[in-house]
């Protein structure tokens, strides 16, 4: 039995994970590549493997960089099933068909305005075509059993976003774990990743492998941003995964102002796929801390702007005000056109909110660039640019020790570190090994693990 790593390794995006055992092959996760161009043509390559020999696809949540690739491989031929849970299946029928507009809309922009050094720009998918793939999907519920050919499958609570599990796959013998993303015991939104079984392999995330989340109280930090706008007369521009995030910043800012704790300004969630999101996560209240009364005050306290003209009419607002926008680390969306409108004053403020990859313009500003490129153009920000370090969905390399610890993994079991920036993977490799008699590595772009 083999494992092969076709991506998320030295990166925290593209995970795709084929499993070959004797006569069943599986892929765990089917994402895209995003950030630097150079991984971005990834997409663009063949796949590094047999479609017609695929059996399977096993989704552990929803984001893009585990699913987005979903839509190409149906574009070129796949019509196998893709399991994963019905919360994962409901967030993907939003997302992406989302992803295929998106990258219509920009092939369009880029043709039209000639910045593309191809003379009829293509979208990697359409979104008919990610509407399309969607008939492949099959859900599971947690610890639900399915036989994927000679491989038994069943997905746990992962925390995270809603609906993301680990995938503890069995094989000839061996039981082996895909941990997707692990979620925080103390998240706002979600509950605790659930302790994993015995395995004798665990491919696990490692996005912040190098870090912990800061101690402060993200709460009063919030507030101390959006009274600081309130107070200076601009717009608190905040882009946003619309999956998870933008959930969690709306329960924060309307709890915050109906507490009496921060100026009542206008808060508008620019972004369809947040909108359609946030009534999936009212629709599973079990798999989250959220009640019905707070998904019902988040809906009563936000304005939706639906449609491409009510999202142009905020640039007529003249009083301070609060802007949700996708996507989070400002790699194309609606939250593009507000940047390049609103990062030349000064009045206004750019609040990240989570991760921001390597390569994108959410890093590259981080970095305290003061131009980002947008549409083609340079985009000078006079802008105060802020981070709010703890809303991260992902847990830190000390609740991933925890995680496992909790677990019923013995002495010795291996590991394989992915999902992670290098220096991010090769920090928690050594620090398991110092702290745990775990076998710990970190996995390579293509590599083989025989087992």
Known sequence: MNIVFLGGTETVTGSKFLLESADTRVLVDCGLFQGYKWLRE????????DIDRLDAIVLTHA???HSGYIPRLYQLGYRGPVYCHSATRDLCGIMLPDSGQIQEEDARFYARHKLSKHAHPEPLYDAE???????LFQPLE?????NLGAVRLHLQPAGHILGAGSAILEAEGKRLG??????RPDDTLMFPPQPLPALDLLL????????RHPETDVWQQLAEIVRQVANRGGVLLIPSFAVGRAQTLQYMLVTLMDRGEVPRLGIFLDSPMAIDVSGIYCRYAEQHRLSEADCRRMDRGIIYTHRVEESKALEEIRYPHIIIAGSGMATGGRILHHMKRLLPDHRTTLLFTGYQAGGTRGAH???????VKIHGEQVHCKARIEMLDGLSAHADYLDLTNWLLQSDLKPGTRIQLV???PDAADALRLYLQEHTKFRVKVAQYRQILRL
């Open 129 to 135: 075509t990610a509407e399309r793939c969607l008939e």
């Open 204 to 211: 696990m995330e490692s996005t912040y492998g190098d870090r």
């Open 63 to 65: 984001h893009l960089d």
């Open 365 to 371: 500003m981080m970095a305290g660039h003061r131009s």
């Open 178 to 183: 895909f941990s997707g993303d692990v979620g």
């Open 142 to 146: 947690f610890g639900e059993p399915v």
């Open 42 to 49: 990834r997409n663009w390559e063949p796949p590094l493997f």
């Open 419 to 421: 999902h992670g920036e």
